[in-house]
């Protein structure tokens, strides 16, 4: 089983900046790719960034330029830099990890985060 810890999230102004944490911890033989999604209110769930174990990266056309998604392997931890934030970008973020391979059965699943809430207004 996989455990994400969401954190980072909160009110600021437009222009301003976030930056996004998402932890996995438990029993973790390798993680395919994670990423970032949010949900905004009567919207669905949109892609944000994805990045690969081996860096390759993947943005949002509405992102990109001002996201910066990173990855430390070694802690399973992925990172959203969110800079020159817009008040479009208020939505509920989520953390996904896929094809997560656990240590004993070497079985894969994605998982999500519990969500953390970013809102952008003056």
């Known amino acids: 089983q996989v455990q994400l810890v969401e954190s980072g999230g909160g009110l600021v102004q437009p222009g301003g900046s976030l930056r996004l944490s998402c932890a996995a911890s438990?029993?973790?033989?390798?993680?395919?790719?994670m990423g970032w999604y949010r949900q905004a209110p009567g919207k669905q769930r949109e892609l944000v960034a994805t990045?690969?174990?081996?860096?390759?990266?993947n943005y949002a056309d509405s992102v990109k330029g001002r996201f910066t998604i990173s990855r430390d392997n070694a802690k399973n931890t992925v990172y959203l830099q969110m800079n020159s934030l817009k008040p479009e970008d208020t939505a509920v973020y989520y953390c996904?990890?896929?094809?997560?391979?656990?240590?004993?059965?070497?079985?894969?699943?994605?998982?999500w985060g519990q969500g953390t809430q970013v809102t952008v207004s003056s």
């Open positions: 438990g029993s973790i033989f390798s993680i395919n790719a």
């Open positions: 996904n990890v896929y094809r997560a391979i656990d240590t004993d059965t070497r079985r894969a699943r994605d998982y």
């Open positions: 990045i690969t174990g081996g860096g390759s990266t």
